[in-house]
């Protein structure tokens, strides 16, 4: 029983003790959590106050530097200012200045302008005085001393240019031969002239009505596709085709020709034949045009340039072969390029493309070498072959190689036998070169001769010299280049022979 009272006893202290121990350290625990609060609110309030003290001093400094910063733009801007100021002052004396030297030039001009009209009318005075003293005008003055002189100098005159044109012209001349002679020699070509058949032989009369048709049904379906014109006239066994594109007289011509082949003229067959005679014929031009490509050698044309080459198989000049003849100029350029230095490849392009303007000249308005060109620019080709083209028929080309193409071309036109003329182009052409000869003064008699390469020009003698003989000569062959249209070339010889007949008695 004791034990048991002693035991709660002992509880009862224990659990006391425990409580005021836990009160104690509970206490102990508080009064430390305060201390550390009030040093963490002593040291915030430390760092708040140093924080206060050095926002103030960055502030202070910002503040400095600003009106530093302030002061150093107030002295900028009065520098400025002042040098503004001065420049305006400058500006305003330089312009003073400048209205002063203007004022003294427009009075200088004027005092210039005085002494001119003086010097005018002194000028005209003596002049006026001159010519009464000589009793002539200043013109009349003028004649005479030229003609004074031209008297002294006239026989040296002439004999130093009949001495320069000798020399000159026989080395010329001397080089020239032996150049074309060159080209010619190494290449060889058919001498041959072809020309346009624009006309069909018919194996009977009969076949007349045939193509014409009933109430001429047949022959206006046929000039319709074709584009060309159908001429029936009384000629026997013969029609006649009409047309400026070679291209399509030739489709007429073949259309016709299979027509009275089959002997069934009608619209329905006609429409057939053409259509097969149009892809045959473009075929053709195709393969022509790759021909005289290959054949000479030149790759990189566009196809359709091709094409169009191919299409002067059928275009005739004075009976000659377009496209013979651009083969031919192809090779005697390629020919001459070899003995000057020049550049081969391209002066046989130009040469081969020289006429391209002639393939549609019939469609296209304006000269061949201006088509020519027009194309050349079209297809993208090199300035150096578009020259050529475009001057191959002026007197002074511009570069080397349309000098090339020029002389290849007159060679291959000029050759015996490579053209021909019909007869009434070729009498008119002799008339117009004896009346350009006729038409100078002191002219007598003129005559055309080799069929036209030659005139020979008969002169009164009392009327012209041997000095004017020469002038007049280069006069006429100017006249002749300006106003007609030739192949090759035309010597002009002007003759002038006087004679003195006397008689012994």
């Known amino acids: 029983m004791n034990t048991l009272i002693y035991l709660v006893v002992a509880l009862i202290l224990g659990i006391a003790v425990g409580y005021l121990v836990r009160r104690s350290i509970g206490r102990r625990q508080v009064e430390s959590a305060e201390a550390k609060a009030e040093e963490i609110i002593r040291n915030a309030k430390v760092k708040q106050q140093e924080a206060y003290f050095k926002a103030k001093e960055e502030a202070i400094k910002i503040i400095d530097e600003a009106k530093n910063e302030e002061r150093s733009r107030f002295r900028e801007l009065r520098f400025a200012e002042e040098k503004l100021e001065k420049r305006q002052s400058l500006f305003e004396k330089k312009l003073l200045e400048l209205e ?28 006026s005085q001159l010519e009464k003293i000589a009793q002539m005008s200043q013109e009349e003055a003028k004649n005479v001393l030229l003609e004074s002189v031209e008297k002294k100098i006239k026989d040296d005159l002439l004999a130093r240019i009949k001495k320069l044109e000798k020399e000159g012209a026989e080395e010329i001349e001397k080089k020239a031969k032996n150049l074309i002679t060159l080209a010619v020699e190494r290449f060889a070509a058919s001498q041959v002239s072809e020309t346009t058949t624009s006309s069909i032989t018919l194996p009977s009369e009969e076949m007349k009505g045939r193509i014409i048709g009933r109430e001429g049904r047949n022959i206006k379906v046929l000039e319709q596709l074709t584009g060309t014109e159908i001429i029936v006239d009384d000629t026997p066994e013969t029609i006649f085709i009409s047309c400026f594109n070679p291209i399509r007289r030739q489709l007429a011509k073949r259309v016709l020709e299979k027509l009275i082949i089959d002997g069934r003229i009608q619209p329905a067959r006609i429409e057939k034949f053409i259509e097969e005679a149009k892809i045959k014929l473009a075929q053709e031009i195709k393969e022509a045009g790759e021909e005289a490509v290959y054949q000479l050698g030149i790759a990189g044309l566009d196809p359709k340039l091709i094409q169009l080459l191919g299409r002067l198989k059928f275009r005739t000049s004075y009976g000659q072969n377009v496209l013979q003849h651009s083969v031919e100029v192809a090779n005697l350029s390629a020919i001459l390029a070899t003995e000057l230095g020049a550049d081969v490849s391209l002066s046989k392009k130009a040469g081969l493309l020289h006429d391209i303007g002639k393939a549609v000249d019939s469609d296209v308005e304006g000269t061949h070498p201006e088509i020519g060109k027009d194309l050349a620019q079209k297809f993208g080709l090199a300035e150096g072959i578009i020259i050529p083209i475009a ?43 004896e009346k350009i000869a006729k038409e100078f003064t002191g002219v007598e008699k003129a005559y055309a001769i080799q069929a036209g390469r030659e005139l020979r020009v008969f002169v009164i003698p009392q009327e012209i010299d041997d000095l004017a003989a020469n002038k007049l000569a280069r006069q006429v062959a100017d006249r002749i280049e300006e106003e007609l249209k030739y192949p090759g070339e035309i010597r002009v010889t002007v003759i002038r022979e006087k004679r003195v007949t006397e008689y012994a008695r």
Do not use: F
């Not at 028929?393 to 071309?409: F, G």
């Open 100 to 127: 002063d030297r203007q004022q003294q030039v427009v009075e200088k001009a004027n005092r210039l302008e005085e002494v001119k009209q003086k010097i005018q009318k002194l000028h005209e005075e003596a002049v």
């Open 391 to 433: 001057t191959h028929h002026e007197d002074h080309p511009p570069t080397l190689e349309a000098v090339i193409v020029k002389v290849a071309d007159a060679i291959s036109g000029a050759r015996p036998g490579a053209r021909r003329d019909t007869y009434e182009e070729y009498l008119k052409r002799l008339e117009d070169l």
